[in-house]
């Protein structure tokens, strides 16, 4: 009997082989739902760019007498934008400086577990941005977007405080949430049986299918000490639009009524806040002297 043998595997062969193999693991990777492993190495990324953020902040406030220079402050001159220098403090333009200062990147404000219509801005320009009204003096590039709500994507995963509250945070109180995973709109806000429950305006919000699972919130909060921690199931659905919060972030133990039954939920601007000084973590694509004259977005 002739005794045949198969030729050993050629290089070339080898290497096509590996290539299949890599394909079809890119391919696997992409199809395959997102399980709890992946959750939680994208949730752990997540807090880190949250600490990078407040990393960022710190910094600017240090070099600045304890100051977070806003961009209606740096801008006062109409060098970078034109209109009122108030309206210049977006959530778009706060990061656009960070990232022009280079404490930050594109691709740090924007998370890998986001679903929306938002993507890393790879044509950020950090020398004489054409979008400026004095491109050679600008302070940042305004091309940079936070608004995912039209044909075009934004920039930012993230929502931040309130311009009021994130000065606030930076000149002392360490217990100042300041950066976090986004939420649903919050229509309305009900206290029963010790609990707080909201009505979201989208139970099919994008926001739901971050982190698993669908019919529940889970993120991570960035507080003024630099810290950022996870906080899972922090909605969870009872009914219809209908969710309840979780303790620690009703806000209760953070409130401005120490000892009081107000709950200050993150995300809602309460409107029986009479101090006007509760918590609102959100992105604004408009701003201005006024707390009102911030317009929040939500998908």
Same mark, same amino acid.
């Given at each position: ?36 492993? #992946? ?62 200062? #280079?404490?930050?990147?594109? @691709? ?64 002392? @109180? ?22 707080? #429950?909201?009505?979201?305006? @989208? ?27 996870? !906080? ?30 107000? !709950? ?14 509760? !918590? ?20």
């Amino acid at each position: 009997m002739q005794d045949v043998t198969r030729p050993d595997m050629t290089l070339r062969e080898l290497l096509m082989v590996l290539a299949c193999m890599v394909l079809l693991f890119v391919v696997f990777m992409t199809i395959m739902p997102s399980g709890p492993g #992946r959750d939680r190495g994208n949730l752990a990324k997540e807090m880190s760019q949250q600490r990078r953020f407040l990393n960022a902040m710190s910094s600017v406030t240090q070099v600045n007498d304890g100051k977070f220079m806003l961009p209606s402050i740096l801008d006062a001159n109409g060098q970078t934008l034109r209109g009122p220098a108030k309206a210049k403090d977006t959530s778009a333009n706060i990061f656009s400086f960070l990232i022009w200062q #280079r404490l930050l990147e594109p @691709d740090s404000v924007v998370s890998s577990a986001d679903r929306g219509n938002v993507e890393i801005d790879h044509d950020y320009q950090f020398e004489s941005p054409s979008a400026a009204v004095d491109p050679a003096n600008a302070l940042w590039d305004p091309s940079f977007r936070a608004d995912f709500t039209g044909d075009e994507p934004g920039n930012l995963s993230f929502a931040h405080a309130s311009v009021d509250v994130l000065v606030q945070g930076l000149q002392g @109180d360490p217990s100042v949430p300041l950066i976090s995973t986004r939420w649903p709109r919050i229509e309305s806000v009900t206290k029963q049986d010790g609990s707080v #429950r909201v009505g979201v305006n @989208d139970p099919q919000s994008i926001t739901f299918r971050f982190f698993k699972p669908a019919n529940a919130w889970s993120g991570a909060v960035g507080m003024s000490d630099g810290s950022s921690s996870p !906080h899972e199931h922090a909605l969870t659905h009872i009914d219809a639009d209908e969710y309840l919060v979780s303790q620690d972030l009703s806000g209760s133990s953070r409130s401005p009524y120490p000892g009081s039954i107000y !709950h200050d939920i993150l995300f809602y601007d309460e409107p029986d806040d009479p101090s006007n000084t509760n !918590h609102f973590l959100g992105i604004f694509i408009e701003a201005g002297a006024t707390r009102d004259d911030f317009k929040p977005i939500w998908d």
